[in-house]
């Protein structure tokens, strides 16, 4: 939640609108990084930046971009994640993951990991089926833990 209704959220004027919002979390983002790493407690708190879907690379009405699930940007920091690395890539156009495939329910599944819980054990039975927040397929991205 941004907290000021939904600027992210770009179905118009993207272009005009993105470098602006960077440019407004930029220092507040710095700031929160260095006071946890000054304090010594970077490496004991998990930074997630990030939303539940990607933006089209196409444009919608308006100079726009609609939602996109196949492909989307995330940035952690602190709280056991490697530092200085990239993981995963979309096809040319930016439209859908291609190397390195991350699902949402590997995210939780990792997100969960990394604040010390076991996702699998936070299943219940429901109509005779497991549920859980990473599904029954979420799996743990190893390569990011340092």
């Not at 497991?130 to 799996?139: E, K, P």
């Not at 743990?140 to 833990?145: A, G, L, N």
Request: hydrophobic letters at 35%.
């Amino acid at each position: 939640y941004y907290g000021n209704g939904q600027p992210w959220d770009t179905h118009s004027k993207h272009n005009d609108s993105v470098p602006n919002l960077c440019k407004a979390i930029d220092q507040p983002i710095a700031t929160l990084l260095t006071d946890l790493k000054q304090r010594g407690l970077l490496e004991d708190t998990l930074v997630v930046w990030g939303g539940e879907f990607g933006r089209t690379p196409t444009s919608e009405n308006g100079n726009g971009r609609d939602h996109n699930h196949h492909g989307f940007t995330m940035w952690m920091a602190g709280g056991g994640v490697k530092g200085g690395m990239t993981y995963g890539e979309t096809d040319e156009f930016g439209f859908k993951a291609a190397v390195d495939k991350v699902h949402v329910h590997d995210l939780h599944a990792t997100i969960l990991h990394l604040l010390g819980l076991d996702h699998e054990r936070l299943t219940f039975r429901h109509a005779g089926r497991d549920y859980r927040l990473t599904d029954v397929y979420g799996q743990v991205v190893h390569e990011i833990i340092a």
